[in-house]
Structure formats: structure tokens, C-alpha cells
């Protein structure tokens, strides 16, 4: 069946740093990517949108220039989160479409949790 | 605007006894209805889907939830629960396009002995 891979699936970083974090889809073509925050025991917000070789379209109150998402193929997406502070701290998970039908929703990554020292 | 209200913030039943998860969506047009179900630290597991067709829909782990247009709703269901299903459950709309999934707050399952 379809996979969605993340990674890392947990990094700590010294405030100030920036980190990567990447979604794959390993046996599918992922036209659009989406990637979600999770705060502790709440549920899934969604950040931004990215359909491939397209800008991300970021939800209200998110910042696109600290939470850059780059979709620069069918199988890869990754958000970079920029100078990153403790308050970045949570839990990223993404998840993928290949088409527009219902069947086209191909799941969601295992999550990276994101520890901001 | 689509939405998900999943009303249960925390609800606790006894291993083996059956269980109801609440799910009320708003959706301008015909909704693709999913349940996912989380254990603490881990990433989304997909129980069920609903796109089309037969409005009760089988998922994994036994489970089962029925889509009711009337009603807006799309229940999970569990006839007799097992202290493994002990997770979090979040029920979730979307539709046809590139549109994204919206999440319900979830629902925190405790089994008893």
C-alpha cells in the first residue's frame, strides 16, 4: 500500500538553528503534500499546503518565511524550519495526495517531533 | 468553512463493552469522512474511510462507523473494546480536489479492566 515516510522522527536543536524535516512518498506520486502542527494533546492544525513545482499556501497565522516548505518533486517535500525557539517546539506530521478522487488520500508520515533547546 | 466536532473530549468504558465515538461534520458538498486513531508519541493510523457507496463502512481492529447524511454525523463503532484500543481518536473531513483534511479536537479512550 501507499507510504508515507518522514524524517527525522525526532531532533532536538539549539535555539536559533534551523532544521529540515522531509516527507517522502515511496511507491505513489505525491501531487500535493500537506503538513500539520500538533501541540501536546490537541489535535492536528494545518500549516501550510504544497502542490509539486507551486508555492505552499500557508493557513492564516502561519509564517512562511520561518516555515519554508518546498515541494520540488512528485515523491519529496520538506519544511525547514528557520531559526527555530523553544515555542517551535511540537510535533510535524505530513501527509500526501496523488490525485483529486478519494482515493487519492494516501496517508500521513509517522511525525517528527521537534525538541527546541 | 468544513468543520468536525467530535464531542467527547475524554470518554471511559470497560474492556469489553462496546463503544460510540461521536463525529459531526460541516462540508459544503459531498465529504470524505475518515477516522484516525493515535497512540501517545506515534503517528496517524487510519481506521476507515467513508468516500462513497455504502454508508456503513468497515475498517481495521474491528472497527465500524456509518456515515448519516440526515445528520451530519459519522460514529465510530466498536462492539466490545480491548485495552489496546486505549489511543486517541480523531475523526477528520475532506473533499474532492487538493482540499485538506480537517481534524476534529479527538476523543482520549481510557479501557478499565
Known amino acids: 500500500g501507499a507510504v508515507v515516510s518522514q524524517h527525522p522522527s525526532w531532533v532536538i536543536c539549539k535555539s536559533g538553528t534551523s532544521v529540515k524535516i522531509e516527507c517522502r512518498s515511496l511507491d505513489f506520486q505525491a501531487t500535493t503534500m500537506f503538513w500539520y502542527r500538533q501541540f501536546p494533546k490537541q489535535s492536528l492544525m494545518l500549516m501550510a499546503t504544497s502542490n509539486e513545482g507551486s508555492k505552499a499556501t500557508y493557513e492564516q497565522g502561519v509564517e512562511k518565511d520561518k516555515f519554508l516548505i518546498n515541494h520540488a518533486s512528485l515523491t519529496l517535500s520538506t519544511l525547514t524550519v528557520t531559526s527555530a525557539h523553544p515555542e517551535d517546539s511540537s510535533f510535524y506530521i505530513c501527509?500526501?495526495?496523488?490525485?483529486?478522487?478519494?482515493?487519492?488520500?494516501?496517508?500521513f508520515g509517522a511525525g517528527t517531533r521537534l525538541s527546541v533547546l | 468553512a468544513q468543520s468536525v466536532t467530535q464531542p467527547d473530549i475524554h470518554i471511559t468504558v470497560s474492556e469489553g463493552a462496546s463503544l460510540e465515538l461521536r463525529c459531526n461534520y460541516s462540508?459544503?458538498?459531498?465529504?470524505?469522512l475518515f477516522w484516525y486513531v493515535q497512540s501517545p508519541g506515534q503517528g496517524l493510523q487510519l481506521l476507515l474511510k467513508y468516500f462513497s457507496g455504502d454508508t456503513l463502512v468497515q475498517g481495521i481492529k474491528g472497527f465500524e462507523a456509518e456515515f448519516k447524511r440526515s445528520q451530519s454525523s459519522f460514529n465510530l463503532r466498536k462492539p466490545s473494546v480491548h485495552w489496546s484500543d486505549a489511543a486517541e481518536y480523531f475523526c477528520?473531513?475532506?473533499?474532492?480536489?487538493?482540499?485538506?483534511?480537517?481534524f476534529g479536537t479527538g476523543t482520549r479512550l481510557t479501557i478499565i479492566p
Open positions: 462540508y459544503g458538498a459531498t465529504p470524505y
Open positions: 477528520a473531513v475532506g473533499g474532492f480536489g487538493n482540499e485538506k483534511l480537517t
Open positions: 501527509s500526501a495526495r496523488s490525485g483529486r478522487e478519494g482515493s487519492s488520500w494516501k496517508g
